[in-house]
């Protein structure tokens, strides 16, 4: 047999097989299949640069499906819970939501970004299941179709509170810098909603300073934004860059105020930007403090689970994520149960059946627009305040 | 195995094929995914911007799919014209310098032009397919033709004029060939591949940014031809489809998954320099199925 032929066959037989695959899933006419428990999918970022977030929301979602089966699952059968990593980028989120929904599930949790949001959200609108968004808080996400909610408040809403209060503590502010990735989508997002609410308390930005997503050195832009000598600084930015601007922002000799976005919501910049994250200002969608019994709830088994720690408002969003979905489960199984019958129209009534209801959760009460959107009562604005050693700190509320 | 994952395999089988293209020819470029970035704009822009492309009905035109392959395609080889001139006088590590800024120059562009949307980029792009298998067909059809091709320049003078300056240049030069032509058109074949992929994958993603052309795509798909062998096409083919597949099918493993990775591709071409697939492997693979044959002819014939 001559190389050539040897080709032919073996391109002939690497097409066979790629047909055979193509041709297999689907799933618009199966049951749902609960052996093993109710499924639900998560995808997060537990790899790349986005897993600092990967890593609180896990936490999160594995306390509240504790919470749920402990306390009876959907009426006697358990939850089942099945998390996909996606990576930080747009192929691996596309990649897992596929994976989670051509395993059956009744809805999924995720993904971590806003971007990786925009590519993966019309794959589950397609097919029809059901999405709750832990973490996105792009505007446009729950536009992007009937089945994708989030229960993040999006940031227009959150970020001018910690500019409001960054006027409070120090009222005569005037010379504002800017910072935000200019190849993130959450931070060219967060940024225009922070330019406008400066400019509506007076303070037009002084500068406004581009990085990239994975920069690590910054003293560029760092060095021309003090010349325009400036004493408030707002940053959006992610965990990793924001911890290292940060840090190098103050070894570079500034001393005033910062305010940052809801990408540096998380415990997890302590080891990046250790003692200089203090003072850092950031606007919340929870408060440890809330005194509701589900907020204690949640509080108690985050303690218990954390040596005493207490929760970030990403866990916080994540355990509320699953506990909606599994509220929601309990209710449509209450009404028609759940075994045997069609998956499809079963994923369309559980969306219909999430943004009816009305939730109590860790971040207080919430309720969904028709839309998806979530509607939320009470927000907050935290300061950083880091131990002597710099190590561990805390986001204490600011009343 | 799922259709999406088939889908993204074909496209890196597509991806890697462009790179091995120039290197066919000794040219090491690294701009293949400035030239994938170019042709999903190309598609994005126009199924989201101009209504005749997006159709009326549930799926997007097919023909207005191809259409947009097309014209991506073009404005990738119409790039690839314009700088292949000077860029392609440069040699070795100096010319992939050269091609990993001209990819940095178009993802900065694409994120600051008016029209492509900045990081966020370009979203809702219509599916001409309802489902990934439509893709999958479709790939499958075009990473055939791309095959047959290059299959097809084995045997042609501009191929084997390739082959010659891959092997040396100035001897190449010295028998006639019009060396600067030839690796122009390597160059400018390799964009248009690229575009016409970029085309297809902003419809498959949904979404389409910047980070489609970014250095770490152009390391992954250097990865591919490095790992498949870059001396015959099927090489960089296997490579793309194993090498995109990996992360996916050892997800079983959970957190070890990416470092597994890490080992096969430092693994490859360690115990492999020349890649998967060479032509001294193909030879005897080849010869062992002949013996194989020869064999089950006998078979009946013993006692």
Same mark, same amino acid.
Request: charged content about 15%; overall charge positive.
């Given at each position: 047999?001559?190389?050539?032929?040897?080709?032919?066959?073996?391109?002939?037989? &690497?097409?066979?097989?790629?047909?055979?695959?193509?041709?297999?899933?689907?799933?618009?006419?199966?049951?749902?299949?609960?052996?093993?428990?109710?499924?639900?999918?998560?995808?997060?970022?537990?790899?790349?640069?986005?897993?600092?977030?990967?890593?609180?929301?896990?936490?999160?979602?594995?306390?509240?499906?504790?919470?749920?089966?402990?306390?009876?699952?959907?009426?006697?059968? =358990?939850?089942?819970?099945?998390?996909?990593?996606?990576?930080?980028?747009?192929?691996?989120?596309?990649?897992?939501?596929? +994976?989670?929904?051509?395993?059956?599930?009744?809805?999924?949790?995720?993904?971590? &970004?806003?971007?990786?949001?925009?590519?993966?959200?019309?794959?589950?609108?397609?097919?029809?299941?059901?999405?709750?968004?832990?973490?996105?808080?792009?505007?446009?996400?729950?536009?992007?179709?009937?089945?994708?909610?989030?229960?993040?408040?999006?940031?227009?809403?959150?970020?001018?509170?910690?500019?409001?209060?960054?006027?409070?503590?120090? =009222?005569?502010?005037?010379?504002?810098?800017?910072?935000?990735?200019?190849?993130?989508?959450?931070?060219?997002?967060?940024?225009?909603?922070?330019?406008?609410?400066?400019?509506?308390?007076?303070?037009?930005?002084?500068?406004?300073?581009?990085?990239?997503?994975?920069?690590?050195?910054?003293?560029?832009?760092?060095?021309?934004? +003090?010349?325009?000598?400036?004493?408030?600084?707002?940053?959006?930015?992610?965990?990793?860059?924001?911890?290292?601007?940060?840090?190098?922002?103050?070894?570079?000799?500034?001393?005033? &105020?910062?305010?940052?976005?809801?990408?540096?919501?998380?415990?997890?910049?302590?080891?990046?930007?250790?003692?200089?994250?203090?003072?850092?200002?950031?606007?919340?969608?929870?408060?440890?403090?809330?005194?509701?019994?589900?907020?204690?709830?949640?509080?108690?088994?985050?303690?218990?689970?954390?040596?005493?720690?207490?929760?970030?408002? +990403?866990?916080?969003?994540?355990?509320?994520?699953?506990?909606?979905?599994?509220?929601?489960?309990?209710?449509?199984?209450?009404?028609?149960?759940?075994?045997?019958?069609?998956?499809?129209?079963?994923?369309?009534?559980?969306?219909?059946? +999430?943004?009816?209801?009305?939730?109590?959760?860790?971040?207080?009460?919430?309720?969904?627009?028709?839309?998806?959107?979530?509607?939320?009562?009470?927000?907050?604005?935290?300061?950083?305040?880091?131990?002597?050693?710099?190590?561990?700190?805390?986001?204490? &509320?600011?009343? | 195995?799922?259709?999406?994952? !088939?889908? $993204?395999?074909?496209?890196?089988?597509?991806?890697?094929?462009?790179? %091995?293209?120039?290197?066919?020819?000794? $040219?090491?470029?690294? *701009?293949?995914?400035?030239? %994938?970035?170019?042709?999903? %704009?190309?598609?994005?822009?126009?199924?989201?911007?101009?209504?005749?492309?997006?159709?009326?009905?549930?799926?997007?035109?097919?023909?207005?799919?191809?259409?947009?392959?097309?014209?991506?395609?073009?404005?990738?080889?119409?790039?690839?014209?314009?700088?292949?001139?000077?860029?392609?006088?440069?040699?070795?590590?100096? !010319?992939?310098?050269?091609?990993?800024?001209?990819?940095?120059?178009?993802?900065?562009?694409?994120?600051?032009?008016?029209?492509?949307?900045?990081?966020?980029?370009?979203?809702?792009?219509?599916?001409?397919? *309802?489902?990934?298998?439509?893709?999958?067909?479709?790939?499958? *059809?075009? !990473?055939?033709?791309?095959?047959?091709?290059? $299959?097809?320049?084995?045997?042609?003078?501009?191929?084997?004029?390739?082959?010659?300056?891959? @092997?040396?240049?100035?001897?190449?030069?010295?028998?006639?060939? @019009?060396?600067?032509?030839?690796?122009?058109?390597?160059?400018?074949?390799?964009?248009?591949?690229?575009?016409?992929?970029?085309?297809?994958?902003?419809?498959?993603?949904?979404?389409?940014?910047?980070?489609?052309?970014?250095? @770490?795509?152009?390391?992954?798909?250097?990865?591919?031809?490095?790992?498949?062998?870059?001396?015959?096409?099927?090489?960089?083919?296997?490579?793309?489809?194993?090498?995109?597949?990996?992360?996916?099918?050892?997800?079983?493993?959970?957190?070890?998954?990416?470092?597994?990775?890490?080992?096969?591709?430092?693994?490859?071409?360690?115990?492999?320099? #020349?890649?998967?697939?060479?032509?001294?492997?193909?030879?005897?693979?080849?010869?062992? !199925?002949?013996?194989?044959?020869?064999?089950?002819? #006998?078979?009946? #014939?013993?006692?």
């Amino acid at each position: 047999m001559s190389v050539g032929r040897l080709l032919r066959l073996g391109t002939g037989l &690497l097409t066979l097989s790629l047909l055979l695959a193509g041709c297999g899933s689907d799933d618009t006419n199966q049951p749902v299949d609960v052996t093993g428990g109710v499924p639900v999918g998560a995808v997060l970022a537990l790899t790349g640069n986005a897993n600092v977030y990967g890593q609180d929301q896990k936490i999160g979602l594995e306390l509240a499906l504790q919470q749920r089966n402990g306390s009876g699952g959907i009426n006697g059968r =358990p939850l089942k819970l099945a998390l996909e990593d996606s990576g930080s980028d747009e192929p691996g989120a596309n990649a897992a939501f596929t +994976l989670q929904i051509n395993r059956g599930v009744l809805a999924l949790i995720g993904p971590t &970004l806003s971007q990786q949001a925009f590519s993966a959200d019309p794959i589950a609108q397609r097919r029809g299941v059901p999405v709750v968004a832990p973490s996105n808080t792009a505007t446009g996400i729950p536009e992007i179709g009937f089945f994708i909610s989030r229960v993040s408040a999006e940031s227009s809403v959150i970020a001018p509170l910690a500019i409001e209060r960054a006027l409070k503590i120090q =009222p005569g502010l005037k010379r504002a810098a800017v910072f935000y990735a200019q190849d993130d989508a959450y931070s060219t997002a967060e940024t225009t909603i922070f330019q406008k609410a400066l400019k509506e308390k007076g303070l037009e930005p002084v500068t406004v300073q581009r990085t990239q997503l994975n920069d690590q050195d910054f003293q560029n832009q760092i060095s021309a934004a +003090l010349r325009e000598k400036p004493d408030l600084i707002v940053l959006s930015l992610q965990a990793v860059d924001g911890g290292n601007l940060i840090r190098q922002l103050r070894e570079l000799g500034y001393r005033g &105020l910062i305010v940052a976005g809801n990408g540096m919501n998380t415990p997890n910049i302590y080891p990046i930007c250790q003692k200089y994250c203090d003072g850092l200002l950031i606007a919340q969608a929870y408060s440890p403090e809330l005194d509701t019994p589900a907020n204690a709830a949640f509080l108690k088994a985050f303690k218990a689970a954390k040596g005493g720690a207490i929760p970030p408002q +990403l866990t916080a969003q994540a355990y509320t994520a699953l506990q909606v979905i599994g509220e929601a489960l309990a209710r449509l199984d209450k009404r028609q149960p759940l075994t045997g019958a069609p998956l499809a129209a079963t994923r369309k009534q559980l969306m219909q059946e +999430l943004l009816a209801g009305t939730y109590a959760t860790p971040l207080g009460e919430i309720r969904f627009t028709p839309e998806g959107e979530v509607i939320q009562s009470q927000f907050f604005v935290a300061q950083v305040r880091m131990d002597p050693g710099g190590r561990s700190g805390r986001f204490a &509320l600011l009343k | 195995m799922d259709a999406a994952l !088939l889908e $993204q395999m074909l496209l890196g089988s597509l991806l890697a094929l462009s790179v %091995y293209l120039p290197l066919r020819c000794g $040219q090491l470029s690294l *701009a293949t995914p400035g030239f %994938y970035a170019v042709g999903g %704009y190309v598609a994005a822009l126009l199924s989201t911007g101009v209504a005749a492309f997006a159709g009326s009905g549930a799926t997007s035109p097919l023909p207005a799919l191809v259409a947009e392959m097309v014209l991506g395609g073009m404005l990738a080889g119409l790039i690839a014209l314009a700088i292949g001139g000077p860029v392609l006088r440069l040699r070795g590590i100096y !010319l992939a310098i050269a091609t990993i800024a001209l990819v940095e120059i178009l993802r900065v562009l694409n994120l600051n032009l008016p029209f492509t949307g900045g990081a966020m980029g370009i979203f809702g792009i219509p599916q001409p397919f *309802a489902h990934a298998g439509g893709y999958v067909l479709f790939t499958l *059809a075009l !990473l055939a033709l791309a095959c047959w091709l290059c $299959q097809r320049l084995e045997a042609m003078r501009l191929g084997r004029a390739m082959a010659a300056i891959r @092997d040396d240049e100035l001897a190449a030069a010295s028998v006639g060939i @019009d060396t600067p032509r030839t690796k122009l058109i390597a160059f400018v074949a390799s964009a248009v591949l690229a575009g016409i992929t970029g085309a297809l994958a902003a419809h498959f993603f949904n979404s389409w940014n910047a980070r489609a052309g970014s250095f @770490d795509a152009s390391i992954t798909t250097l990865a591919f031809v490095v790992f498949g062998g870059s001396r015959f096409w099927l090489g960089p083919v296997l490579g793309g489809l194993a090498l995109t597949a990996l992360p996916e099918l050892l997800r079983p493993v959970g957190d070890l998954r990416l470092i597994l990775f890490g080992a096969v591709i430092l693994l490859g071409p360690l115990f492999f320099p #020349q890649g998967l697939v060479t032509a001294e492997r193909l030879r005897w693979l080849a010869a062992l !199925l002949r013996l194989g044959r020869k064999r089950g002819h #006998q078979a009946p #014939q013993a006692p």
